[in-house]
């Protein structure tokens, strides 16, 4: 399965992640491949929960990430 994440800078430093499909789903690295490799673990145990509480693991939906660039006066 595969599944977007969403890669955040912190404010303390390093990075923090987040799956939009898995409400809940967070993880956090020093580094970029280090969050996506958290991420993945993150993902795994979280479906492993859902897999044991008899919950169908939710397929990801088509997710658009765009920007947009906007003046403030």
């Known amino acids: ?3 977007t994440i969403l890669i955040h800078q912190a404010e303390e ?3 923090w992640s ?3 499909a898995l409400p809940g789903c967070y993880s956090q690295g020093e580094t970029i491949d280090e969050t996506l ?4 673990e993150a993902i795994e145990v979280h479906l492993l929960v859902l897999k044991e509480d008899l919950v169908v693991a939710p397929v990801e939906e088509s ?5 947009v660039q906007v003046e403030v006066s």
């Open 37 to 40: 490799r958290n991420s993945k």
């Open 18 to 20: 987040e799956v939009p």
């Open 13 to 15: 430093g390093g990075f």
């Open 1 to 3: 399965m595969d599944y």
């Open 63 to 67: 997710l658009f990430i765009g920007r």
